[in-house]
């Protein structure tokens, strides 16, 4: 089949919000989310200009969100914005972490046992429902305790480490009275006969744990699937994605024709049409920061969706339909059941496509 040419390529701009680092389970700021926009300079430019605000040094939402007259900008311009022109993949950071338990450890488990965990969406709902009952049946304080524990293994893979949190498991087990929570102790515990460093630091995989990963990857796959034609990304300057540009690249588009990966709902087509990752200063950039803006705005009403307590900024931006732009990266469901989706065939195929690359 002949390749694909590129007569144009449109660019996408990104930037994020809510970066914390290696402190994934920081209470403040437990949503990441990446900003888009495919948006032009001059209609950027256009856009912060007609927002009121004047010629800051850099149009930032941090600025923005500190005044009435700055979150009245912000509003301005998410008003004009539609989900054709803007997109937020937003991650909720507490899920992550769970869902990374379970691929590693779980997952770990099942396939030394000959189980496909993903074949039946198996792995989704136990995701769900670790992060839904946990707290419930082991308590806030030991959930953190445990989910920070987790992390701080996959930062610093060690054996000791690894020793610690098995140890720590069994602290918890010895100490919870439910016995459902001590299945899934036990569960996990067992785990700790096939876990070995090289399964938590696989080569050329640092910053695994960031939530910039899976966010990226699910805003090229929805750029993709909106413009139908190959595209350039450019992104803020972001350190993990610097580190994480050569993997990417693998999927990235080399003029050959794209085929569908996958056989469910979650199944999307490589090469991926992204054609291009560059970075950008975002205070010399307009369609970086219309994109901060979006981050921003974005996480402060999806924060509002954890806490339960959304502020009348939040509120209006419901109302704006804030929603409609929203793509789900890493987010609860809340649906206990698994899904039926044949993502172990997605994986295969994924697998597949980076040998042949």
Same mark, same amino acid.
């Given at each position: 089949m002949a390749p694909v040419r590129i007569e144009h390529v449109p660019r996408v701009s990104l930037d994020e919000s809510g970066n914390t680092g290696e402190a994934l389970l920081d209470s403040e700021q437990p949503v990441y989310v990446l900003g888009s926009t495919s948006l032009g300079a001059s209609e950027s430019a256009a856009l912060i200009s007609q927002a009121g605000i004047g010629q800051p040094k850099e149009f930032k939402f941090s600025s923005l969100r500190k005044s009435a007259a700055g979150r009245a900008a912000a509003l301005r311009i998410m008003s004009q914005l539609r989900p054709e022109t803007a997109k937020a993949a937003i991650v909720n950071k507490r899920f992550m972490v769970v869902a990374k338990m379970v691929d590693t450890?779980?997952?770990?488990?099942?396939? #030394?046992?000959?189980?496909?965990? /993903? =074949? %039946?969406?198996?792995?989704? #709902?136990?995701?769900?429902?670790? /992060? =839904? %009952?946990?707290?419930?049946?082991?308590?806030?304080?030991?959930?953190?305790?445990l989910l920070d524990g987790f992390v701080s293994m996959c930062r610093r893979p060690s054996l000791g480490g690894i020793e610690a949190f098995y140890e720590m498991i069994a602290d918890l087990r010895a100490g919870t009275p439910e016995p459902q929570m001590q299945r899934e102790l036990d569960f996990m515990a067992a785990t700790g006969q096939i876990l070995t460093v090289e399964i938590l630091r696989p080569p050329g995989q640092r910053g695994g744990l960031d939530p910039a990963i899976p966010a990226l990857m699910a805003t090229?796959?929805?750029?993709?699937?909106?413009?139908?034609?190959?595209?350039?990304?450019?992104?803020?300057?972001?350190?993990v994605v610097r580190r994480w540009k050569p993997q990417f690249e693998r999927f990235f588009f080399d003029g050959t024709v794209p085929r569908p990966v996958g056989s469910s709902s979650s199944a999307y087509t490589l090469p991926l049409l992204a054609a291009g990752l560059t970075f950008a200063d975002s205070k010399n950039d307009a369609c970086v920061q219309v994109a901060d803006v979006v981050a921003g705005a974005t996480a402060s009403w999806a924060k509002a969706l954890i806490s339960g307590s959304p502020s009348p900024f939040d509120e209006e931006l419901d109302g704006l339909g804030i929603a409609d732009h929203v793509l789900n990266a890493v987010w609860p469901t809340g649906d206990l059941t698994p899904d039926q989706q044949d993502i172990g065939s997605l994986v295969d195929d994924v697998t597949r496509y980076l040998e042949d690359h």
């Open positions: 450890l779980v997952e770990t488990l099942a396939s #030394a046992t000959g189980f496909n965990l /993903y =074949a %039946t969406g198996a792995h989704r #709902a136990l995701t769900e429902v670790w /992060y =839904a %009952t946990m707290p419930i049946l082991l308590g806030n304080d030991e959930t953190n305790r090229a796959i929805a750029w993709g699937e909106a413009l139908g034609v190959p595209f350039s990304i450019t992104h803020d300057d972001a350190d």
